[in-house]
Every structure is written in C-alpha cells, then in structure tokens.
C-alpha cells in the first residue's frame, strides 16, 4: 500500500493574549494540535473525529497548506502542505462546511466549467466525472440555478462534485452533511460510499454526526485536546471502553427461578431486567460472550418466542470518552 499522508510529531500552537490590568496584557500558549503521528494509505477512508476545539480542523488545515505547523512534520501525496500549497492543489480536494469554492451568482453548471480551466481538465474527462456524479447526486434538477439560491442540501452535494472533478488523489471533508435534511444525507452518504469503494481516493472525514462514521468508515481516529486517543475500528473502540451488547429476549412461559437459571448463561452475563414474559441481559463486548452462546442457554431453560439483538451505541463511548 502507498501511503499519502503522513504526520509525525504536528503540532500547531496559538498565543492568546488578555488583560491583566489597565495596562499589561498577558500572552499563553495554547496547543490546539499537540503531537500527533497519522500515517493513511490510499484508498482510505478514515473518520476524523473529536470534540469541539479538538484541533480536528486545524489539523485538516495545516494538511490542505492552510495553516503552517508549529512543529512536527506533514506530508500529501508526497509533498510538503504549506511551501508545496500550488502543486498539493491539483491532488487533492477539499470540502469546509463555512467556505465555497463555487462562484456565488453563477449557475452551479458554469462554476464547474471554471474550475475545469483551473485546474486544466481535459473537456472529455471532466465531462465523464461530471455525469457520474449528476446521475449519483442528482444535479440536473438544480444544475442551472446561482448558487446563492440552492438549498443547503443542493450546495453541498455542488460542494462535493467540484472538488472531485480534477481527479484527487485525496479528499478532505469537513463536516460534509452538518444541517442537511434526511434525503440530502441519504445522497451524500451513498455517493461517499460509492467514492471510498473504488479504492482509487482517500478520504478523510470530519464530522460530529456519527452515523456518518458508521455508515462509511472502517477506520476512526478520535482526538481530543490535540491528542489521539484512539486510531483503530469501530469495533476495537467499543471493546476497549467497555461497550455492552445487549440481548432482549421474550418467553413463552417464564421459568421457575430467572435468577438461580443464570448460572447456564456463562461468565460476564448480567441481567439488566426480569419480568413474567421479558428479559434483558447485556455482556461486555471484549468479554468473551457472544449472542449465540447466550440464546441457546436460554432456550434450554425457557421456551422463546421473540428476540433482538441491540448493538451498542457508538454515541454512547464517543461521549464517555469526550467527558473524561
């Protein structure tokens, strides 16, 4: 696998200034990023993920040529973000929920023929990428519209086709579906999902809407304070702060004893609630207890007549690892 962008050691400090009297100010050093070691490989597709104030942005920033680092070292596609900015331009493209890179009282069709000069597209390529993402975001009810008159939804979706249309090796999303109605979400994740499919763009996704990381990516890092706290899979974030399955089960006829049945159920199963036709039991992910196992205990003790499974919530262990 080739490697794209790789972090070692990036920081980025503020001086913030204040008061201390009539007339003396104070300065302190804030970090906003504070050491962070990221390596991606193409084809990618990670979720970027933090409070906020985390630094999430302005890491995103100092990697698109925005900010220059504090300390620590930073490279895309090969080349340096900041003194490197005009050649990064052309393999990269970038989406900031509070800046548009469409011309503001042009159609949205013509902006994009602007920015195929830009960034000097063949007309025939452009033309193939262009239908792939009207037909895939819907483009042509709005294709002709200023863009100061769509939607929030509309601009966004126009957001994401311009910066796909010079072919970037990378793509950095900041908050792509924040204030999007459900259908606009619905677009944006599939076609997102279509993108980090072919293997051929890696993608790096900031949001605060978690269902974005869990409908798209396989790989999450969260950040806080300037510092990763995790780098790893959905998965492995719930097997290491403790998320719990839990299993409802609904019986036939209830059996004698609930309690003194638990032994058959194995180690680590606690019973959350008992009633005379319910229950509801959870187990720790990185316990060693699976569903099955535990179903078919059951079932040798009481008749079943209906059962769900309830995976844990991933907003749950973000928060809990936001609040330590």
């Known amino acids: 696998m080739t490697v794209v962008i790789e972090a070692q050691g990036l920081r980025k400090d503020f001086i913030l200034t204040g008061r201390a009297g009539r007339f003396r100010r104070t300065r302190r050093v804030v970090s906003a990023v504070d050491g962070i070691d990221l390596t991606v490989e193409r084809g990618e597709m990670l979720g970027y993920i933090g409070p906020n104030g985390a630094g999430k942005s302005t890491t ?3 990697m698109t040529g925005v900010l220059t680092p504090s300390g620590g070292s930073v490279s895309v596609c090969g080349l340096r973000p900041v003194p490197q900015r005009t050649r990064l331009a052309r393999h990269i493209g970038v989406v900031f929920g509070n800046r548009s890179q469409l011309w503001w ?3 949205l069709r013509e902006s994009y023929e602007l920015l195929r000069h830009i ?3 063949p007309a025939a390529e452009h033309a193939a990428r262009l239908a792939r993402c009207r037909e895939m975001l819907d483009l042509d009810a709005f294709a002709d519209t200023p863009v100061r008159q769509l939607s929030l939804g509309q601009r966004m979706r126009g957001e994401i086709t311009a910066a796909l249309l010079h072919d970037p090796e990378v793509l950095f999303l900041d908050e792509p579906t924040i204030g999007l109605d459900v259908v606009s979400k619905q677009a944006v994740r599939g076609f ?3 993108v980090g499919a072919t293997g051929d763009t890696t993608v790096v996704l900031t949001t605060h809407d978690l269902a974005d990381i869990e409908k798209l990516t396989r790989r999450l890092v969260v950040i806080d304070h ?8 959905v998965e492995s974030l719930h097997e290491r702060y403790g998320s719990r399955r839990r299993v409802v ?4 006829a209830p059996p004698e004893d609930t309690r003194a049945h638990l032994d058959v159920l194995g180690p680590g199963i606690t019973l959350e ?4 036709d319910r229950l509801r039991l959870s187990y720790a992910l990185a316990g060693g207890a699976n569903a099955g196992a535990l179903v078919a ?4 003790v009481a008749p079943l007549r209906d059962l769900s499974v309830i995976e844990p919530d991933i907003e749950d262990v973000i928060a809990r690892i936001y609040q330590r």
């Open 273 to 276: 609630e008992a009633s005379a």
């Open 226 to 233: 300037g510092q990763v706290v995790h780098d790893g899979s």
């Open 60 to 62: 995103l920033k100092m």
């Open 105 to 107: 009282d042009l159609p």
């Open 192 to 194: 997102l999902a279509a």
């Open 297 to 300: 205990a059951l079932a040798s």
């Open 249 to 252: 089960v609904d019986l036939d």
């Open 119 to 121: 960034y000097r597209v």
